[in-house]
């Protein structure tokens, strides 16, 4: 039987939860390579050997964390950190540096936050690629905007799918700007912060008319596209107009897989993509597919009627022509896409760095059709989503 431990809870200056958690069963100094190193052992078999330095640049008490804002005071460089004397006291890291310091960290918080995990992301989901069927999440209106788990599924949905659905809201003008902003500040663009998807006379957007809108990204054209878009339906007489998504992570994957050498050009050749009108010409050259250094999927930008004169080498634009169409085929395809008609009170929110959205053609003259639309920073849906699994 494992020793019943009395652990004293150290106040790490930390809002996520680490009241629980393996507890912290030995600790002592090492040298590694003639190097010290503090060992410690949890009771679920982890372990980890540091150097002193980040312990000692992760101190809790008040002089190296500031109380209350819990930033961070201690500044490294003006240290002489030395070895420290190790013990553990009630489950809790005692160390006493050379002059005369003491820090003490929660067991538990150790174990959460040793370096090298790359995992201190526990409430937020990873994202999972749409299987063929695939429908987004409901929530209903009321649950998101009453209740902690209504938002919370909401969010965790549009993290983990890209997609999410909001039901049974009120056709009222710019409830789309007042569900945003509960979860954070709207992200503005040339098009304003709130903006509204109906035909109008004289557009200056595909957006503004009746035509089909294929699968596209919005505003990919910036350095920093918008990564969430909100639409909210308050009107949908008009014959036609339903709308179209499509997981574009998982369509690039299949290309990756099917065909390297599109999958290549696309994501290693930058194009222009451009937005003109009286006032604005805003134009960025980014690749179609932007992997990371691990080659993982970060975006798509893919909007055909804003991309620029295509200014690739001259031998190139075959099959840069070549790569795009087949791409945008396998947009097309049903296997990766997820069509239905949004009902007034309906709203659809997604990550428009990963899923393309599009329309089908409506008839303005059989009725009206009308969304509002705004758009939210990622860092503030998983800040809400944090903040609420505290
Ligand atoms: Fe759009």
Same mark, same amino acid.
Request: glycine share 6%.
């Given at each position: 039987m494992a020793p019943v431990i009395d652990r004293e809870r150290v106040e790490m200056k930390e809002l996520a939860d680490y009241s629980d958690g393996p507890s912290l069963i030995s600790s002592e100094l090492i040298q590694v390579d003639e190097s010290p190193r503090v060992a410690l052992a949890w009771d679920d078999g982890a372990h980890t050997a540091l150097p002193p330095i980040w312990l000692r640049d992760h101190c809790p008490c008040d002089a190296c964390r500031h109380a209350s804002s819990r930033e961070r005071l201690c500044k490294i460089i003006d240290i002489e950190v030395g070895v420290p004397d190790v013990s553990l006291d009630h489950g809790a890291l005692l160390l006493v540096w050379? %002059? #005369?310091?003491?820090?003490r960290f929660d067991g538990v918080w150790l174990h959460q936050r040793r370096p090298g995990q790359h995992q201190f992301q526990p409430t937020v989901p990873a994202a999972r690629a749409w299987r063929e069927g695939f429908m987004p999440a409901q929530v209903t209106h009321r649950d998101f905007t009453s209740t902690d788990a209504g938002q919370r599924q909401w969010l965790e &949905? +549009?993290?983990?799918? #890209?997609?999410? +659905?909001? %039901?049974? #809201?009120?056709?009222? @003008? %710019?409830?789309v700007t007042r569900i945003a902003e509960s979860i954070g500040p709207l992200r503005a663009t040339n098009f304003g912060a709130r903006f %509204?998807?109906? @035909?109008?006379?004289?557009?200056?957007?595909a957006a503004y008319t009746a035509i089909e809108l294929e699968l596209h990204s919005d505003l990919p054209n910036w350095r920093n596209p918008p990564d969430i878009q909100l639409l909210y339906c308050l009107e949908s007489e008009a014959e036609g107009g339903a709308s179209t998504f499509a997981d574009g992570f998982a369509v690039a994957e299949a290309m990756r897989h099917e065909s390297p050498k599109?999958? &290549?050009?696309?994501?290693?050749?930058p194009i222009d993509l451009r937005f003109q009108d009286d006032d604005h010409d805003i134009v960025v050259r980014e690749p179609i597919i932007r992997t990371d250094d691990r080659g993982e999927l970060r975006e798509i930008r893919f909007n055909n009627w804003i991309r620029d004169a295509v200014d690739v080498a001259p031998d190139q634009i075959e099959d840069w022509y070549a790569a795009y169409c087949d791409f945008w085929a396998r947009l097309r395809a049903p296997r990766y896409r997820a069509d239905f008609e949004l009902a007034p009170g309906q709203m659809i929110a997604f990550d428009n760095r990963r899923v393309l959205h599009g329309r089908g053609e409506f008839n303005p003259n059989t009725g009206k059709r009308h969304l509002q639309g705004c758009y939210l920073d990622y860092d503030m849906v998983e800040s809400k989503l944090r903040v609420l699994a505290r």
């Open positions: 050379p %002059d #005369g310091h003491e820090s &949905a +549009l993290i983990r799918d #890209g997609l999410v +659905l909001l %039901d049974q #809201g009120p056709t009222e @003008s %710019d409830e %509204d998807v109906q @035909s109008k006379p004289n557009p200056n957007n599109h999958f &290549a050009m696309l994501a290693e050749i």
